[in-house]
């Protein structure tokens, strides 16, 4: 069965504290992985797709990394608009559903 | 341009009542999603939609649940008899083909009183 491990649950930093949020994952022929932002009452909105280990994606304060077990989404020097859910979600080959990660709550303090 | 959209974004109703959830997707989009995010637990597939057809419908909890897509555009999730545990947020999404970046839905709050 394919298993997504977010980590941690949740992290504080302060303003400008760069930190990473791990994503772990488990399944039987990756096509790609999903990087989500998930604002309260929203639904998640697209950050970035890793299809292959040792690619890197980046977007703004942010940048996606993707090993064979795991992918790293790194915060460099965030602000308090950063503050959000983070989703991570894998879709393996033959099969177009997602299957996500219970996500990190990220709140930077100001 | 107009992203997916859902309604109601709200929904209270009573346990044995049924409802209409309904997605619109994004223009040209030909693959649609169904996904369910409970109250601390992720987001969880339902049903998968290429065109009308729906080949992979391996997330529905139980036959109380059903889903139509018509026209290759608007879509409907239907719950029949809620219960309490329906309770949830149901999150739409598009993609341009199948195995493509999905899009999702602001998603509809549902409550089962």
């Known amino acids: 069965e394919d298993q997504v491990t977010q980590s941690p649950e949740a992290l504080r930093l302060q303003e400008g504290e760069s930190s990473s949020l791990n994503c772990s994952y488990t399944v039987s022929g990756l096509r790609g992985l999903f990087w989500y932002r998930q604002d309260p009452g929203k639904g998640p909105e697209f950050l970035f797709t890793?299809?292959?280990a040792g690619e890197e994606k980046e977007k703004e304060r942010l940048k996606a990394t993707l090993t064979k077990k795991e992918s790293f989404l790194h915060i460099t020097a965030p602000k308090p608009e950063d503050s959000a859910t983070y989703l991570c979600?894998?879709?393996?080959?033959?099969?177009?559903?997602?299957?996500f990660g219970t996500g990190t709550r990220l709140t930077i303090i100001p | 341009g107009a992203g997916v959209s859902q309604s109601p974004s709200n929904k209270v109703t009573e346990k044995g009542k049924d409802v209409e959830l309904r997605c619109d997707p994004i223009?040209?989009?030909?693959?649609l999603y169904w996904y369910r995010q409970s109250l601390g637990q992720g987001l969880e597939f339902l049903i998968y939609?290429?065109?009308?057809?729906?080949?992979?419908k391996s997330g529905l909890p139980s036959d109380r649940f059903s889903a139509e897509r018509t026209g290759g555009s608007v879509s409907t999730l239907t719950i029949q008899r809620t219960q309490q545990e329906d309770s949830a947020v149901y999150l739409c999404?598009?993609?341009?083909?199948?195995?493509?970046?999905?899009?999702f839905g602001p998603g509809t709050r549902l409550l089962v009183l």
């Open positions: 979600a894998v879709q393996v080959r033959g099969n177009e559903k997602l299957t």
């Open positions: 890793l299809y292959s």
């Open positions: 999404a598009s993609s341009l083909w199948g195995g493509e970046t999905q899009y």
């Open positions: 939609f290429q065109g009308n057809s729906a080949p992979d």
């Open positions: 223009s040209g989009h030909t693959a």
